[in-house]
């Protein structure tokens, strides 16, 4: 019996977050059991092939540890990681989108929204993600979205679909989005991806002297906003949220209230391949070192990275008035 005879229709979940919100590390755990299926980065650097993926479980359970995490571990003492672009794992496959979906779907300068389904994209859509679902006959599969949630397009194409809203400490996020190269908040709001800040957001990025530290933490709020405009949009039994803090401090927990909610099984073949995975605080221990957040008792690279910025106050204020800044994290 083959794969695709086995799961004729895989359970779809949607793995979203505001970016460097610890989505990716969620995914890679994930992407270790048997039944899931997956677009990989391989897949994505060849878009003119438009791979169906149809080994990338395999391949990704195959692959050396050190090559199957793309924030690897740089050094402890100074509580850093780093990006590599040398690694096999699941992929966000933007220009996979863009060539076989649409740009709409992957660059929106807004949230998308039920309205935004039109029946050519939406038919785009389900062929692009169906048709890799059933090659790769997995019981499951997933795929990541950052940014704008895009919960209300998501549904109204996949009604069936769950989803996993990873949530990590605005302060932190805006922490590690000012240290990425493809981050564009450098070029100001009238040339960023997200379109002009609300009259109050913009107040407060004035009164901060245009920090673009600053903004970066009012870009975690908008899109922290947008997803409590609209995640009631998503029936309770089909919406989780998971924080970044409880993955990497309680992996196996996080990890199987996952699973759980997915409908799988932690397995003999998950739980060896999930030994080798390293998450950071619990098995590398790069937070040995670093103080708790005050407020919170949590500990997070942040403390140490970004409490001594002249906006660090300001970044604070910010991200206070959300309830997820400060541990309050719901699960439907």
Not at 81 to 89: E, L
Not at 288 to 310: F, I, L, Q
Request: glycine share 6%.
């Amino acid at each position: 019996m083959t794969n695709n005879q086995q799961h004729p229709s895989s359970q779809m979940l949607f793995i979203v977050g505001t970016g460097r919100c610890g989505s990716t590390l969620v995914a890679e755990v994930l992407a270790r059991h048997p039944e899931f299926g997956f677009i990989s980065n391989l897949d994505m650097a060849v878009p003119r092939l438009n791979l169906m993926g149809q080994w990338n479980n395999w391949l990704y359970r195959a692959t050396p540890r050190w090559l199957t995490q793309r924030d690897r571990h740089k050094n402890a003492s100074r509580s850093r990681f780093r990006q590599s672009k040398a690694h096999f794992g699941p992929s966000e496959a933007w220009s996979l989108l863009n060539r076989y979906v649409s740009a709409t779907v992957s660059m929106p300068y807004r949230d998308l929204t039920a309205e935004d389904a039109t029946p050519w994209l939406s038919q785009r859509c389900r062929t692009f993600f169906e048709a890799r679902a059933r090659i790769q006959g997995k019981a499951a599969f997933m795929h990541k979205f950052t940014g704008w949630p895009r919960l209300g397009f998501l549904h109204q194409v996949f009604p069936e679909a769950k989803f996993l809203h990873v949530v990590r400490d605005g302060r932190a996020v805006a922490n590690s989005l000012v240290q990425m190269p493809w981050w564009y908040g450098y070029l100001g709001t009238s040339n960023w991806k997200f379109g002009a800040l609300p009259d109050a957001y913009q107040q407060q990025w004035d009164a901060s002297g245009n920090s673009l530290v600053v903004l970066a933490g009012l870009e975690w709020k908008l899109m922290m906003d947008a997803f409590d405009r609209t995640k009631n949009l998503i029936p309770a039994d089909r919406w989780m949220e998971l924080r970044y803090e409880d993955m990497v401090e309680q992996p196996r927990t996080s990890t199987k209230r996952a699973l759980e909610f997915v409908g799988l099984d932690w397995t003999p073949k998950f739980e060896s391949n999930f030994q080798r995975h390293s998450f950071g605080a619990n098995k590398a221990g790069y937070l040995k070192d670093v103080p708790s957040d005050p407020t919170t008792g949590r500990k997070d690279t942040w403390v140490v990275e970004c409490s001594s910025d002249p906006a660090a106050p300001g970044i604070a204020s910010i991200t206070s008035g959300n309830a997820r800044s400060n541990g309050e994290a719901r699960c439907g």
